[in-house]
């Protein structure tokens, strides 16, 4: 059963600070790999996507990179700002081969910029 | 493209009573998903559809949940004789999968009470 966990479960940063959110799962047969944005009480907004094959991907301040082989991922945050407050998910999707259309998400890392 | 509509946003009802939400996919999207989320927790995985077929139910999914996906358009979530514990977000996100990638876009989400 693949497990996803997020480190850390919150962080607190001053603004302009780069910070990284790191995320592992225990299954490394994934199809691909996606880091979500959700504000309070609100739905998910899809950052970045990460298929099996590639090592990073980028988008505006934000990288991701994963390492499929160790189960990790991390995200990047360049010159944070307050806009960035939200709670950040990682979620991945198990390989087609296996028949599963699954996401399985991490219970999140929440972020606060400090003005 | 207006992406992902889910209805409706809110939804309080007494212990007992049943409740339908709705999901209206991307309109070109042919997979459809539906997951639950509690405080402080990722999104959990309750059902998928391709089309119109029903191919994967959760272990959370009991007999009092049932979905329906008619025509492989929008979709139906409903929670017969609801029980305090069924008090959620629940979200509906939609696919169109393409060479090695499957992209899962999220709704708004429906907030149930159960009081």
């Known amino acids: 059963k693949q497990e996803v966990t997020q480190i850390p479960a919150a962080l607190s940063v001053p603004e302009g600070e780069n910070l990284v959110l790191n995320c592992s799962f225990t299954d490394s047969a994934i199809y691909n790999l996606q880091w979500f944005r959700q504000d309070p009480g609100k739905g998910l907004t899809s950052l970045l996507l990460?298929?099996?094959?590639?090592r990073e991907q980028t988008s505006g301040r934000l990288n991701a990179s994963l390492d499929k082989s160790s189960g990790r991922s991390t995200l990047y945050i360049a010159a944070s700002q307050p806009g960035d407050s939200a709670t950040y998910l990682c979620a991945v999707l198990r390989d087609s081969g296996a028949g599963s259309y699954q996401l399985t998400f991490g219970k999140g890392t929440k972020l606060s910029v400090i003005p | 493209d207006t992406g992902v509509s889910q209805n409706p946003r809110h939804k309080i009802t007494k212990r007992g009573q049943n409740v339908t939400f709705r999901c209206d996919p991307i309109?070109?999207?042919?997979?459809l998903y539906w997951y639950r989320q509690t405080l402080g927790q990722g999104p959990e995985f309750l059902t998928y559809f391709q089309n119109e077929a029903q191919l994967e139910k959760s272990r959370l999914l009991s007999d009092r949940f049932s979905a329906e996906r008619p025509k492989g358009s929008f979709s139906t979530l409903e929670i017969q004789r609801t029980e305090q514990g069924d008090s959620a977000m629940y979200l509906c996100?939609?696919?169109?999968?393409?060479?090695?990638?499957?992209?899962?876009?999220f709704g708004p989400g429906t907030r149930l009470t159960v009081t």
């Open positions: 990460i298929q099996s094959s590639q």
């Open positions: 309109s070109e999207h042919n997979r």
């Open positions: 996100a939609s696919s169109q999968r393409r060479r090695d990638r499957d992209e899962q876009y």
